[in-house]
């Protein structure tokens, strides 16, 4: 298979996970016999320094034109003055808009070799393996009015949480259809008991269910499903949310892990490329330290090749690689380990190779 990919390492370790990712990557291409082809561009902080703006039209035609986008990260203290006009975010939220993603797929299943790395008990991760869909391009973080005036010698700012009900459609009906082609069973959370947006997605929900009959609904107020996602993760297989609160419960569910630098994420719209991140910020205090995760980013990778090159058996060897790789003890120092971000890429990259049944040595590249 040929494929275009579209990298944009973006600020802080964003350019450390993203190269782990590649290098990933072109393992599987060269075990598997496909010819990927990455370009590289700006976007959040670092297009802000270059090009004045977060998202330049010439990187959102590139992303538009490739099978699939790997980004790593956005933002930075140098870029965080309220009173900026420009910010990284930006670059991020209009990108997502701008490719039609309005879906996110956040899956969370702890590795059992890191049991030990959650502040859970071992007894509460077992059976834990969720999927969180949350909808991408509505909510408060794209309603309007949005901004801030100046009123009675006071400053008055203004979000706006909006949601239509197509909107809701077509993201309940992904949760409903993930969640059959998984254990059937599907949480809507909403906070219906105060929001106008929220009591529309419920009927919303109600109204797709019928199309679902072998799939268990359940509905769960945004801070109750909060609870129980620390008292009983294990009762969760589908959960599907809006914008704001699947943005907060994923990071929330990323205890669950061990370490948010563990978590990937992909966002799929109904056609054209998808994008694929990690779930973690730019952390740009251990930015080119060594320090870096690349799991996350890794596994973004074995998503990517699943969901826009459909290639199941590459992205199960990426996943696999990464399984052995921390069995066999190797750890970045935020899951207690002393490896550097280049040696955990190494162990992944040289696994890759063992399951395909050709030995990869890159210990010479560390």
């Not at 990284?88 to 899956?107: D, H, S």
């Not at 297989?237 to 419960?249: A, P, Q, S, Y």
């Not at 990778?301 to 826009?308: E, F, N």
């Not at 069995?327 to 040696?343: C, L, M, Q, V």
Request: charged fraction near 25%.
């Amino acid at each position: 298979m040929k494929a275009n990919i579209v990298v944009l390492p973006g600020d802080g370790v964003g350019p450390d996970v993203t190269a782990a990712a590649v290098e990933v990557l072109e393992a599987v291409a060269r075990e598997y016999g496909h010819a990927f082809a990455f370009a590289e561009h700006s976007i959040g902080g670092r297009s802000i320094d270059e090009h004045g703006t977060a998202l330049t039209q010439e990187c959102l035609d590139a992303c538009r034109a490739s099978d699939a986008v790997l980004l790593g990260a956005v933002g930075g203290p140098m870029w965080e003055s309220p009173k900026s006009a420009v910010r990284p975010e930006q670059g991020l939220l209009a990108l997502r808009k701008g490719l039609g993603v309005f879906a996110n797929l956040r899956p969370v299943k702890p590795f059992a070799a890191l049991s030990e790395a959650s502040p859970l008990k071992p007894e509460l991760l077992r059976g834990v393996d969720m999927l969180v869909v949350r909808e991408l391009t509505g909510g408060i973080y794209f309603g309007r009015p949005k901004g801030r005036v100046h009123e009675r010698g006071r400053v008055r700012a203004v979000d706006t949480m909006q949601y239509d009900e197509v909107e809701i459609e077509r993201i309940v009906r992904l949760g409903f259809r993930l969640a059959s082609q998984r254990r059937n069973k599907l949480t809507s959370v909403d906070k219906a008991n105060v929001l106008e947006t929220s009591r529309l997605w419920r009927e919303t929900v109600e109204g797709v269910r019928p199309e679902f009959p072998g799939v268990a609904l359940e509905h769960l107020l945004v801070d109750s499903a909060a609870m129980q996602l620390i008292l009983t993760p294990s009762r969760f297989d589908v959960i599907v949310t809006e914008n704001m609160f699947g943005d907060i419960l994923t990071d929330e569910a990323a205890v669950l892990a061990g370490s948010i630098g563990l978590l990937p994420s992909a966002s799929l719209g109904e056609s054209g490329p998808g994008l694929y991140e990690p779930i973690h910020g730019s952390a740009p205090d251990i930015a080119g330290t060594g320090k870096a995760n690349p799991v996350g980013a890794i596994l973004s990778a074995a998503m990517l090749l699943r969901y826009s090159l459909g290639l199941e058996a590459e992205a199960s060897a990426v996943e696999s690689a990464v399984s052995a790789a921390l069995a066999g003890g190797d750890r970045t120092s935020d899951i207690g380990g002393t490896r550097t971000t280049k040696e955990m890429t190494n162990s992944i990259v040289d696994r890759v190779g063992r399951l395909t049944g050709t030995h990869i040595s890159v210990k010479e590249n560390s």
